[in-house]
Protein backbone atom coordinates (compact mmCIF):
# COMPACT_ATOMS: atom_id res chain seq x y z
CA UNK A 1 0.00 0.00 0.00
CA UNK A 2 1.44 3.13 -0.95
CA UNK A 3 1.88 6.05 1.34
CA UNK A 4 0.25 9.83 0.72
CA UNK A 5 2.23 12.61 2.07
CA UNK A 6 1.29 16.36 1.46
CA UNK A 7 3.31 19.27 0.77
CA UNK A 8 1.61 22.61 2.38
CA UNK A 9 3.69 25.96 2.07
CA UNK A 10 2.85 29.48 2.62
CA UNK A 11 5.07 32.44 1.77
CA UNK A 12 4.94 34.00 5.49
CA UNK A 13 4.02 33.75 9.33
CA UNK A 14 1.66 35.17 9.38
CA UNK A 15 -0.07 32.79 7.14
CA UNK A 16 -1.03 29.05 8.12
CA UNK A 17 -1.32 25.83 6.17
CA UNK A 18 -4.21 24.62 7.54
CA UNK A 19 -6.40 25.86 4.53
CA UNK A 20 -4.71 23.09 2.58
CA UNK A 21 -4.54 20.46 4.95
CA UNK A 22 -8.19 20.65 5.48
CA UNK A 23 -8.76 20.80 1.24
CA UNK A 24 -6.27 17.56 1.20
CA UNK A 25 -8.56 15.81 3.64
CA UNK A 26 -11.87 17.17 2.40
CA UNK A 27 -10.34 16.06 -1.12
CA UNK A 28 -10.42 12.30 0.17
CA UNK A 29 -6.49 11.65 0.70
CA UNK A 30 -5.94 10.25 4.28
CA UNK A 31 -2.59 12.47 5.29
CA UNK A 32 -1.09 11.27 9.00
CA UNK A 33 0.29 14.70 10.07
CA UNK A 34 4.15 13.11 10.34
CA UNK A 35 3.36 12.74 6.73
CA UNK A 36 2.49 16.29 6.29
CA UNK A 37 5.13 18.92 5.24
CA UNK A 38 4.50 22.42 6.32
CA UNK A 39 6.65 25.21 5.94
CA UNK A 40 7.07 29.02 5.43
CA UNK A 41 9.07 29.92 2.44
CA UNK A 42 8.76 32.33 -0.23
CA UNK A 43 7.50 31.22 -3.54
CA UNK A 44 10.46 33.11 -4.57
CA UNK A 45 12.86 30.27 -3.65
CA UNK A 46 13.08 27.01 -5.55
CA UNK A 47 11.77 24.02 -4.25
CA UNK A 48 15.25 22.46 -4.08
CA UNK A 49 16.64 25.10 -2.08
CA UNK A 50 13.52 24.35 0.68
CA UNK A 51 14.71 23.27 3.94
CA UNK A 52 10.96 21.52 4.24
CA UNK A 53 10.82 20.07 0.69
CA UNK A 54 14.34 18.91 0.76
CA UNK A 55 13.29 16.81 4.40
CA UNK A 56 10.70 15.39 2.28
CA UNK A 57 12.57 14.29 -0.54
CA UNK A 58 14.37 11.94 1.92
CA UNK A 59 11.24 10.65 3.29
CA UNK A 60 10.02 9.72 -0.16
CA UNK A 61 9.78 6.01 -1.52
CA UNK A 62 8.91 4.97 -5.05
CA UNK A 63 5.05 3.73 -4.75
CA UNK A 64 4.77 7.17 -2.56
CA UNK A 65 1.90 9.67 -3.36
CA UNK A 66 2.64 13.24 -2.63
CA UNK A 67 0.20 15.80 -2.64
CA UNK A 68 -0.66 19.83 -3.52
CA UNK A 69 -3.29 22.07 -3.55
CA UNK A 70 -1.50 24.28 -6.20
CA UNK A 71 1.27 23.73 -8.66
CA UNK A 72 3.21 27.05 -7.16
CA UNK A 73 3.29 24.22 -4.22
CA UNK A 74 6.29 22.78 -6.05
CA UNK A 75 8.18 25.54 -7.43
CA UNK A 76 8.92 29.06 -8.20
CA UNK A 77 7.86 29.32 -11.98
CA UNK A 78 7.06 26.91 -14.80
CA UNK A 79 10.28 25.65 -14.71
CA UNK A 80 10.88 24.94 -11.61
CA UNK A 81 7.68 22.76 -11.12
CA UNK A 82 8.60 21.05 -14.06
CA UNK A 83 12.02 20.00 -12.47
CA UNK A 84 10.34 19.14 -9.27
CA UNK A 85 7.91 16.93 -10.95
CA UNK A 86 10.53 14.99 -13.14
CA UNK A 87 12.48 14.92 -10.04
CA UNK A 88 9.35 13.16 -8.38
CA UNK A 89 8.75 11.11 -10.89
CA UNK A 90 12.39 9.47 -10.94
CA UNK A 91 11.70 8.65 -7.93
CA UNK A 92 8.47 6.65 -8.84
CA UNK A 93 6.29 9.14 -6.74
CA UNK A 94 2.90 10.07 -8.07
CA UNK A 95 1.93 13.90 -7.50
CA UNK A 96 -1.78 14.57 -7.21
CA UNK A 97 -2.55 18.73 -7.77
CA UNK A 98 -5.88 19.65 -6.50
CA UNK A 99 -6.30 22.63 -8.36
CA UNK A 100 -6.04 20.56 -11.44
CA UNK A 101 -8.83 18.65 -10.67
CA UNK A 102 -6.95 15.86 -8.27
CA UNK A 103 -4.72 14.39 -11.80
CA UNK A 104 -1.76 12.47 -10.98
CA UNK A 105 0.91 14.09 -12.65
CA UNK A 106 2.08 11.08 -13.71
CA UNK A 107 -0.65 9.38 -15.49
CA UNK A 108 -1.28 10.31 -19.25
CA UNK A 109 -3.58 13.02 -18.12
CA UNK A 110 -0.80 14.05 -15.75
CA UNK A 111 1.81 14.08 -18.67
CA UNK A 112 -0.13 15.52 -21.11
CA UNK A 113 -0.27 18.55 -18.32
CA UNK A 114 3.08 18.47 -17.65
CA UNK A 115 3.81 19.18 -21.33
CA UNK A 116 2.05 22.05 -21.05
CA UNK A 117 3.98 23.34 -17.81
CA UNK A 118 7.25 22.37 -20.13
CA UNK A 119 5.71 24.77 -23.18
CA UNK A 120 5.36 27.56 -20.48
CA UNK A 121 8.67 27.19 -19.02
CA UNK A 122 10.14 26.85 -22.31
CA UNK A 123 8.22 30.01 -23.80
CA UNK A 124 9.58 32.00 -19.99
CA UNK A 125 12.80 30.87 -20.49
CA UNK A 126 12.73 32.40 -24.44
CA UNK A 127 11.53 35.49 -23.35
CA UNK A 128 13.96 35.59 -20.60
CA UNK A 129 16.88 35.10 -23.23
CA UNK A 130 14.89 37.56 -25.18
CA UNK A 131 14.57 40.25 -22.71
CA UNK A 132 18.20 40.34 -21.46
CA UNK A 133 19.72 40.69 -25.19
CA UNK A 134 17.46 43.39 -25.41
CA UNK A 135 18.77 44.73 -22.62
CA UNK A 136 22.17 44.14 -23.38
CA UNK A 137 21.70 45.61 -26.51
CA UNK A 138 20.37 49.25 -25.37
CA UNK A 139 23.28 48.76 -22.62
CA UNK A 140 25.61 48.80 -25.96
CA UNK A 141 23.88 51.31 -28.02
CA UNK A 142 24.18 53.67 -25.42
CA UNK A 143 27.51 53.46 -25.09
CA UNK A 144 27.70 51.16 -21.75
CA UNK A 145 30.67 49.38 -21.02
CA UNK A 146 29.39 45.62 -20.83
CA UNK A 147 31.18 42.87 -19.18
CA UNK A 148 33.70 43.35 -16.12
CA UNK A 149 35.14 46.86 -15.65
CA UNK A 150 39.22 46.80 -17.23
CA UNK A 151 41.73 46.30 -14.65
CA UNK A 152 43.89 48.85 -16.40
CA UNK A 153 43.42 52.41 -18.19
CA UNK A 154 43.66 52.72 -21.60
CA UNK A 155 47.10 54.61 -21.02
CA UNK A 156 48.68 51.74 -18.78
CA UNK A 157 47.58 49.00 -22.02
CA UNK A 158 49.77 51.41 -24.61
CA UNK A 159 52.57 51.53 -21.83
CA UNK A 160 52.36 47.80 -21.80
CA UNK A 161 52.04 47.43 -25.54
CA UNK A 162 55.17 49.57 -26.12
CA UNK A 163 56.76 47.47 -23.89
CA UNK A 164 55.90 44.20 -24.68
CA UNK A 165 56.77 45.48 -28.46
CA UNK A 166 60.31 46.12 -27.39
CA UNK A 167 60.77 42.42 -26.39
CA UNK A 168 62.60 43.36 -23.58
CA UNK A 169 59.54 42.59 -21.06
CA UNK A 170 58.64 39.50 -19.84
CA UNK A 171 54.32 38.39 -19.18
CA UNK A 172 55.18 38.10 -15.74
CA UNK A 173 57.33 40.85 -15.08
CA UNK A 174 54.93 43.28 -16.67
CA UNK A 175 51.81 41.83 -14.62
CA UNK A 176 53.69 41.99 -11.81
CA UNK A 177 54.87 45.80 -12.47
CA UNK A 178 51.19 46.62 -13.36
CA UNK A 179 49.39 44.88 -10.20
CA UNK A 180 47.53 42.31 -12.93
CA UNK A 181 46.95 38.93 -13.73
CA UNK A 182 49.29 37.40 -16.33
CA UNK A 183 46.54 36.24 -18.55
CA UNK A 184 45.06 39.87 -18.58
CA UNK A 185 48.81 40.71 -20.12
CA UNK A 186 48.56 37.37 -22.46
CA UNK A 187 45.31 38.93 -24.11
CA UNK A 188 46.88 42.13 -24.61
CA UNK A 189 49.44 40.67 -26.42
CA UNK A 190 47.23 38.20 -28.06
CA UNK A 191 45.38 41.25 -29.74
CA UNK A 192 48.44 42.75 -30.89
CA UNK A 193 49.16 39.81 -32.64
CA UNK A 194 46.19 39.51 -34.70
CA UNK A 195 45.51 43.16 -35.21
Known sequence: MSRVFAYCRVSTTDQTTDNQVQEIAAAGFSVTPQRTITETVSGS??????????KLM????????LVVTKLD??????????????????LGVRVHCLALGG??????????????IAAVAEFERDLLI??????LARAKSEGKQLGRP????????????ERLASGRFSVAGLAAGYGTSRQTIMRIRDAMASA
Open 58 to 65: EKLEAGDV
Open 150 to 161: MSLRPVQVAEIR
Open 45 to 54: VAASERAGFG
Open 103 to 116: VDLTSPAGKMTMGV
Open 73 to 90: RLGRNAMDVRATVEALTG
Open 130 to 135: ERTQAG
